[in-house]
């Protein structure tokens, strides 16, 4: 009596398994921007927000699309206006490169914020293996010391 032999079959699968995990995270890339980083904790999302990058040349690109400075509002508001009646206004996301000036990106928030939109806010990447912590308690200045400070080491 003749037997499958189910090793080959296993090698195929594996190798596939391999090839996806590499090309998997290659699949999410947007446009390439280089985020500061923050110890904010992440916010949580009702529905997918609206992203516009600045990336380091000082393009501006809604979603992964490349956009004009004056075609960027028409375009948002064509986006929100198709959105269903009831719902809450989407979220912007203002994700702006490391190397750009910050005076850029502020003029991108507020052409935004200009043209009716009120739930904007800037991306930051979060620092790897570090937890969001709450911001130190302000402590009340030192009483100063009565005695003179002095130099040590000579």
Same mark, same amino acid.
């Given at each position: 009596m003749s037997e499958i032999n189910v090793t080959p079959f296993v090698d195929v699968v594996l190798v596939l398994l391999i090839i996806f995990m590499v090309a998997a995270p290659l699949m999410t890339v947007g446009v390439p921007v280089d985020l500061p980083r923050?110890? @904010?904790? &992440?916010?949580p999302q009702e529905q997918e927000p609206l992203t516009i990058t600045v990336d380091s040349q000082g393009r501006l690109f809604l979603q992964e699309t490349e956009v004009e400075m004056e075609a960027l509002v028409p375009q948002? $508001?064509?986006?929100? !206006?198709? $959105? &269903? $009646? !009831? $719902? /809450?206004? %989407? %979220?912007?996301?203002?994700? !702006?490169?490391r190397a750009i000036s910050y005076g850029r990106v502020m003029e991108v928030m507020g052409t935004v914020s200009a043209a009716g939109f009120s739930r904007v806010a800037l991306l930051a990447e979060q620092p790897q293996g570090r937890a969001a912590t709450p911001a130190p308690?302000? %402590?009340? /200045? @030192?009483? &100063?010391?009565? %005695? /003179?400070?002095t130099q040590q080491g000579r």
């Open positions: 923050t110890n @904010a904790t &992440p916010l948002l $508001q064509a986006i929100m !206006g198709s $959105q &269903p $009646q !009831g $719902q /809450p206004e %989407r %979220r912007i996301f203002v994700r !702006g490169d308690q302000a %402590r009340p /200045p @030192a009483a &100063p010391s009565a %005695r /003179p400070a």
